[in-house]
């Protein structure tokens, strides 16, 4: 059973910057992994940020960013926004299967 | 404009029948590997299983938990992906969210499964 580890909490102020990062029971994450990033915010449904480590969609604010960063997955946010609180999850690929992250609380305070 | 709309979910009890549809429109749904994701009351995201493309095999994939119970199948020339799960538990209530591949990265607004007796 492949677990995907993330942060479960992480507090920012305004204006600063924050890297999240998910982690794989099975060694190092690569690109092989394509990580994926979404976003949820409450009531509703999740959206796409982050494909394939890096790839950001039409809709994807330029202060999120994706990489890999010591052996995991990692989304930044440079200059965080108010409207950025929200459950982040991660997603690596394995083959046959997918696999998503617990989530990270991100609270802006 | 992309749209993804998910119908079917209710109330069943153990031991029932579900199906899901996804409604597609507004991009080349036939070229998409479509996803159904769950995510159970206050919990997180549990990916469901995955059908590919005709061109690539149209192979579909399953998570542990929905293996063997659940079936997924998609009409391109209806636009719609199904789910057509079996043997319902109780631990399979959740909202199930219709979604694309991260590539186009689209998700419908999700149907309530609730399972109990």
């Known amino acids: 059973q492949t677990v995907v580890t993330q942060e479960p909490s992480l507090t920012v102020s305004p204006g600063g910057t924050v890297t999240l990062t998910c982690a794989s029971s099975?060694?190092?994450?690569?690109?092989?992994?394509?990580p994926d990033w979404f976003q949820q915010k409450p009531g509703q449904a999740p959206r796409t940020l982050i494909y394939r480590t890096s790839n950001k969609h039409s809709w994807t604010p330029a202060r999120f960013s994706g990489s890999l960063l010591g052996g995991k997955a990692a989304l930044t946010l440079s200059g965080v926004q108010p409207e950025d609180e929200a459950d982040y999850y991660c997603?690596?690929?394995?083959?046959?299967?997918?696999?998503f992250g617990g989530g990270t609380k991100l609270t802006v305070l | 404009e992309v749209q993804l709309v998910e119908s079917g979910g209710g109330l069943v009890k153990p031991g029932g029948s579900l199906r899901l549809s996804c409604a597609a429109s507004g991009f080349a749904f036939s070229n998409a590997w479509m996803n159904w994701v769950r995510q159970a009351p206050g919990r997180g995201l549990e990916w469901v299983g995955r059908v590919k493309i005709k061109t690539d095999g149209g192979a579909t994939d399953y998570a542990a938990p929905v293996k063997g119970r659940f079936t997924m199948s998609r009409d391109d020339s209806e636009n719609t992906l199904y789910l057509q799960m079996n043997s319902l538990k109780t631990e399979d209530t959740a909202v199930y969210y219709c979604?694309?591949?991260?590539?186009?990265?689209?998700w419908g607004p999700g149907t309530l499964v609730t399972v109990s007796s």
């Open positions: 099975t060694g190092a994450v690569t690109s092989g992994n394509y």
């Open positions: 979604t694309t591949g991260t590539y186009e990265g689209y």
């Open positions: 997603q690596l690929y394995y083959g046959g299967a997918q696999v």
